[in-house]
């Protein structure tokens, strides 16, 4: 089976998906291999449509830790929902929390309600947005994760506006 003949479209006809299945039986490894996904939503993929199953002899999946986005619990989104709709607040977040589901809504579908949220790059742009807006709560929404946690921290070491 050529890469090209696999869309996204088709593993959703089941021939094509058998075709698949039989291709890997054939690509088993001549030692174990073992392969570590960090991503919630990659696991839920695979838990779903059981493709543990589909993988050859020695080949084994392992759920890892998640990446920020996927590991975030629905109640945190749920406060930054409701802390972004209060009035007078401005919640700063990551682009790529904006649309993770929250029990009602997301934090773009409240900013499209009119809530302040704002995408940072950085919890410094945070900062600067709450010393440009004074009189309002400013709120950075963010989780901790390898690659932004330690330029955040540095952020808090030092003095933040009050």
């Known amino acids: 089976m050529k890469a090209r003949e696999l869309s996204p479209f088709s593993l959703r006809d089941p021939a094509a998906a058998k075709r698949l299945v039989r ?13 570590v996904h960090v991503c919630g939503t990659h ?3 695979i838990a779903e449509h059981g ?3 589909l993988l050859p002899q020695g080949v084994e999946v392992y759920e890892g830790p998640g990446c920020p986005v996927c590991v975030t619990s629905t109640a945190d989104i749920n406060l930054a929902v409701k802390l972004a709709l ?11 929390m904006l649309r ?3 029990t009602e809504l997301t934090l773009e579908e409240a900013r499209a ?7 940072v790059l950085s919890a410094t742009d945070a900062v600067r947005i709450a010393q440009e807006n004074p009189r309002r709560e400013v709120v950075f ?10 330029a955040t921290a ?9």
């Open 141 to 150: 929404f963010a989780v901790g994760f390898e690659t932004t946690a330690p």
């Open 23 to 35: 291709a890997l039986r054939h690509l088993a490894p001549d030692r174990p291999v073992k392969i």
């Open 86 to 96: 209060e009035e007078g607040v401005i919640v700063c977040t990551f682009g790529d």
């Open 51 to 53: 493709l543990r199953s």
């Open 113 to 119: 309600q009119g809530a302040d949220v704002r995408v």
């Open 43 to 45: 696991e839920a993929t």
């Open 154 to 162: 540095a952020v808090l070491l030092e003095e933040l506006p009050e």
């Open 100 to 102: 993770v589901p929250g």
